[in-house]
Each structure stands twice: as structure tokens, then as C-alpha cells.
């Protein structure tokens, strides 16, 4: 990971945030910086509703000025990168990083809600509570020996405990995961059954599309048009070239074009986000 | 018509008829499972057939629910959801944030050159991100509230950057020439039939008539989205009335393709029945 973003900017900072290997100043670093953080949250805490809603709005409108004036800050030509930067590209790498790593954190949030659905289920000893101890039997053997075990890849843990891992994986997780996705396939039909009773013309156009590209997946399929020379410009009505064909240049744009107008929508709906114009629960909360 | 009660009003409860020593059943036969699997992995032989067999026990049990809803699928499905809750942990742990959060920021002092060490300052994303558990504190829940808005902000930023690098690469494409004064194959023999047709010399130009058709059906869907004028007058009308035929061809296909991606998923599934009993048989018959 590079260094942080500021550090080539200004000359003290690039001392401040400079890493740190001697664990006595590390855990020093530790100490006062969560404690900083307590403090301002803790006065942040003590502001009126109103003005933590406006400490929102200029946060949020913040955060995306960072990647807006990245992407309109004009740029220069690197040779050592090369590429365009400016000033902000430099920082982009370990900002993105610094908030996928908040964000991978977020993993707590589920557990915390699945534990509280089937906590209280079994405490009350209520219908299916043998169900919710098999989910947190399943869940603590899974996190004991997969953190244990390092999921499989350390060689320091013992057979035993390898053994545990590659059962709970291999042996169960695995085959339990790829039989209920393969239960689909029988969901699917009734699905089918709605989605070709033909009764406008669309609908019809519909099954004819899905047919044509199911039939060039299987060997019934292309056996149907096999006789048709492959060297001939015939050719195009094997089922086969056919199905790639509605794929490639019937499906492809149409989609195409679907994707485009989500991009052009989630773009305003961003600017919307940035600017604070949406409101919602997010913003109504804070009177 | 008659009323009929649901079958499963609370989800995850037992069944109506379901026997009341089905738990110690199910838990005393998953607890002896996964046992044996640990006395069998000190013998290689018996090593290699227990990961099968445990398989197919868990492959049956799941396809139980074809005949009916019974206990011990209901077992298993609360299984799956917490080996895989466990799973999804162990999953983000290892390979993001132990590498590029716990490792980062611990200190190493025999740290190789590029290896990233001692950046105490990442402890900051540890405490920006317990802000969300505040949402479990009414008091608190601000600090959840006030987090989210910073990531959808970066979100929203992130947003023009995205932008441009999906969408302008995608129009780029999608617009190509129908004529041009080249032969797209420069000489070269067409692999595929759809190369051919895509390629017809007329005179000094060469005509590509799929890259008219993209560029048809592209703008006809768009068009049957492009709600800032009625579609009253012709010019709109009829682009948005093939749009809507366009758009059952991609639902269609996308459709077929799903269709076959979940029989695959069966046929893997019931080739590995097979292969693990075709097995057993020959151990047997030996």
C-alpha cells in the first residue's frame, strides 16, 4: 500500500504519518489516536440534532468532492505512471483502500442480526430452536477452526483440526451450497411455465429468443440443424450460430442500452446524494 | 375456494408434525459425522472416501425437499446458512483485511522492501467503522447515520469516475462504423460464419451490416426509455414500439441463458451422485 495520501504534500505530516516499527511508539500511536477519536466523537455527541444533520450534509458533500475534483482537476502527463495525474491521483489508491477496509468491517453487521434472530428463538426455547443451535454450532465451528486452521492453509495447526476444517468445507459446506443452487433448476421450470404461455406478441417473442439461445446450448439443438452445410452462408441458421448470434447482436445492445440508462440514472441520482437533495430516512431522522 | 393455512408461518419453526426428538437426532448424528471425519483423516484410505460420502449425505438431504418439507432439510439449511456466515468472514478476513488492514498497520520491523508495515494511522478505519454498530443504540445511532452519508458521499463522487470508465468505453463500442473503406478481416480467413456476413465488399467500401443492427437496436431500446417527450409522434413512437419487441429478445435470451446455467448446476450435481456411487460399486466389487 503507498504511503498516506498528504505525506508528499506537506513536510510534517509526511513525519506524522510515517510507520512505525518499534511497538512502544506504535501502541503509543494507538492509545492517543482513539482516544482523539472518543474525544471528537464525544463533542461531536454533545452538537443539537440540527447541527449534526448540517455536519452530515457538509461530510457527505466532502467525501464526494474528493473524487469529483480527482476526475475534473485537470491533469498533466506522467512518464514514470504513465498516465494523466494531478495532484489528487497520487491519493487515490490508498483512499480507496482506507474505505473498502470501513467498509469490509461492515461483516459484524450481519452476524449481530442473524445471532439476535436466532438468540432470541433459542432462549425462548421456541418452535425450531434446535434449528437456530445448528446455525451457531455450524457458525462457532466454522470461525473456531477456519481462524485456527487459517481456512486450511496453515502448517502449523494439527491434523486434527485440518481434518475438522476440510470436513466442515469441503465435505459439507460445499456440497450443501451447490445442491441448493442446483434445486433452482426445478424452481425454474414453474417459472417457464408463466414465462411461455404465449398470449400477446411480445410474449412470443420472448419464448421464440429463450428457445433459440437454449437450443444452441445443447447437443439436441445443434443436432436439429446439423445438415446444413457449415461452409455455406446457410450456416447462419444452425442453431448454434443463431442462439451466439441473438447473444451477440440482439441481446448485447438491447442490454446495452438498459445498462446505459441505469448509468445515466445512478449519475443523477449521485448528484442528488452529493448535493444533499435527496431526503429520506437518512437525512428526516435528525430534526 | 378454500382457505388454507400456511404451511410455514414463522420462518426457521419446526413443522407441525415434526417428532420432538428430531434435534437430538439431528445434532447427535452431525456431531458423529463430523467425529469420524476427524478419526478417519489419520488413515488415508478411509480419508479419501469420507469427503464423498458426507457429500452425498448433504446432497440427498437437500433434494429431500422435492418430495415434501422435512426436518432434516430444514436441519441442513440452517447449517448452510452457518457454515457460510462463518465462511464469509474467514472469506473477508483473509483476503482483504488481514492483508491489507491488520498486516498494514501492525509493526513489523523485519518487514521486506514494499511490504506495507507499522501505519498506525489505519487504526482510524477501525474506528470509523464501529460507527455503523452504533446503529444498535439509539443514542448513539448518529455516528451509523452520519458514517453512511460520508460513504454514500463517496459513493456519489465515485459515481463520475465510474461513469466514464463504464459507460464511455461501452458507447464506444457500440457505435461502429457500418461502412468503412477497410475489410475489417484484412485479408485473413473468417473463423465464424457471423465474421462473413459482418463483412461484405461492395465496390471500394465494405458494408458490416451487425454493426447497423447494434446500433438499431441500441437506440430503439433507448428510445422506448426515453420518457422526456410523449411518445406521440411517429419518429418516437414506432423506435420505442421495436424497442419493446428488442427488449423481449434480451429478456428471452437472458432467460435461456439462466435456464441453462441452473441445469447445469443439476447435472454437476447429479454427475458427482453418480461418479461417488459408480465408485463405491467398484470398491465393492473388487
Not at chain 1, 450460430?241 to 443523477?268: D, H, I, K
Amino acid at each position: 500500500m503507498p504511503e498516506l495520501p498528504l505525506a508528499g504534500m506537506f513536510s510534517w505530516l509526511t513525519a506524522l504519518f510515517s510507520p512505525l516499527d518499534k511497538p512502544g511508539w506504535f501502541w503509543l500511536a494507538i492509545v492517543v489516536s482513539t482516544l482523539l477519536f472518543l474525544g471528537v466523537m464525544l463533542a461531536l455527541h454533545q452538537l443539537s440534532p440540527a447541527a449534526k444533520k448540517w455536519l452530515t450534509i457538509v461530510c457527505t458533500f466532502l467525501a464526494g468532492l474528493y473524487f469529483a475534483l480527482e476526475f475534473f482537476w485537470p491533469t498533466t502527463y506522467d512518464a514514470a505512471l504513465d498516465k494523466r495525474v494531478n495532484f489528487i491521483t497520487p491519493t487515490l489508491e490508498p483512499v480507496t483502500t482506507f474505505v473498502a477496509i470501513v467498509g469490509a468491517w461492515t461483516f459484524g453487521l450481519g452476524i449481530i442480526s442473524l445471532a439476535l434472530v436466532h438468540g432470541k428463538r433459542l432462549f425462548r426455547r421456541a418452535s425450531g430452536w434446535h434449528h437456530s443451535l445448528a446455525f451457531f454450532l455450524a457458525l462457532i465451528a466454522m470461525l473456531a477452526f477456519g481462524f485456527w486452521t487459517k481456512a486450511g492453509s496453515s502448517e502449523t495447526a494439527g491434523p486434527a483440526a485440518q481434518a475438522v476444517y476440510t470436513t466442515l468445507f469441503r465435505g459439507v459446506m460445499i456440497n450443501l451450497e451447490a445442491t441448493m443452487f442446483a434445486l433452482l433448476a426445478f424452481y425454474i421450470a414453474s417459472a417457464a411455465y408463466r414465462a411461455f404461455r404465449v398470449r400477446t406478441a411480445e410474449a412470443a417473442v420472448l419464448m421464440i429468443a429463450a428457445f433459440v439461445v437454449m437450443l444452441g446450448f445443447v447437443n439436441f439443438g445443434v443436432a436439429m440443424t446439423a445438415g446444413i452445410p457449415k461452409d455455406s452462408w446457410w450456416a447462419f441458421f444452425r442453431m448454434e450460430n443463431l442462439s451466439f448470434w441473438t447473444l451477440g447482436w440482439l441481446n448485447m445492445p438491447a442490454y446495452r442500452a438498459v445498462t446505459l440508462g441505469v448509468e445515466v440514472g445512478a449519475l443523477a441520482m449521485a448528484m442528488r446524494i452529493w448535493l444533499s437533495l435527496e431526503r429520506g430516512a437518512f437525512f428526516s431522522q435528525e430534526k | 375456494m378454500t382457505e388454507q393455512e400456511p404451511r410455514d408461518p414463522v420462518p426457521g419453526a419446526a413443522l407441525e408434525n415434526e417428532a420432538r426428538f428430531w434435534p437430538v437426532i439431528l445434532l447427535g448424528a452431525m456431531a458423529l459425522l463430523i467425529g469420524i471425519g476427524i478419526l478417519m483423516h489419520y488413515n488415508e484410505g478411509a480419508k479419501a472416501q469420507w469427503v464423498p460420502l458426507l457429500g452425498v449425505l448433504m446432497t440427498l438431504g437437500i433434494f429431500s425437499v422435492l418430495y415434501k418439507e422435512n426436518p432434516v432439510f430444514r436441519f441442513l439449511e440452517h447449517i448452510l446458512v452457518g457454515l457460510a456466515t462463518g465462511f464469509g468472514v474467514l472469506f473477508i478476513w483473509f483476503n482483504y483485511l488481514e492483508p491489507n488492514w491488520y498486516l498494514a498497520m501492525m509493526p513489523n520491523a523485519a518487514a521486506q522492501a514494499g511490504e506495507p508495515h507499522g501505519q498506525w494511522w489505519l487504526i482510524f478505519a477501525l474506528l470509523l467503522a464501529l460507527m455503523f454498530y452504533t446503529v444498535y443504540f439509539p443514542k448513539l445511532s448518529w455516528m451509523n447515520r452520519f458514517l453512511i452519508g460520508v460513504m454514500m458521499g463517496w459513493s456519489a463522487g465515485f459515481a463520475f469516475q465510474g461513469f466514464v470508465s463504464v459507460v464511455a468505453p461501452q458507447l464506444r463500442t457500440s457505435f461502429k462504423p457500418p461502412v468503412t473503406g477497410y475489410d475489417l478481416m484484412q485479408g485473413q480467413a473468417a473463423e465464424h460464419i457471423h465474421q462473413q456476413m459482418n463483412n461484405i465488399q461492395i465496390g471500394p467500401v465494405w458494408f458490416h451490416p451487425f454493426a447497423l443492427i447494434f446500433i438499431v437496436v441500441l437506440l430503439c431500446t433507448m428510445a422506448y426509455f426515453f420518457f422526456s417527450v410523449e411518445h406521440r409522434t411517429k419518429w418516437i413512437r414506432q423506435p420505442a414500439n421495436a424497442g419493446r419487441y428488442f427488449i423481449m429478445i434480451a429478456l428471452g435470451a437472458i432467460f435461456g441463458t439462466t435456464v441453462m446455467g441452473r441445469i447445469t448446476l443439476l447435472i454437476g450435481r447429479l454427475d458427482f451422485l453418480k461418479n461417488t456411487f459408480a465408485d463405491w460399486w467398484q470398491a465393492l466389487v473388487k
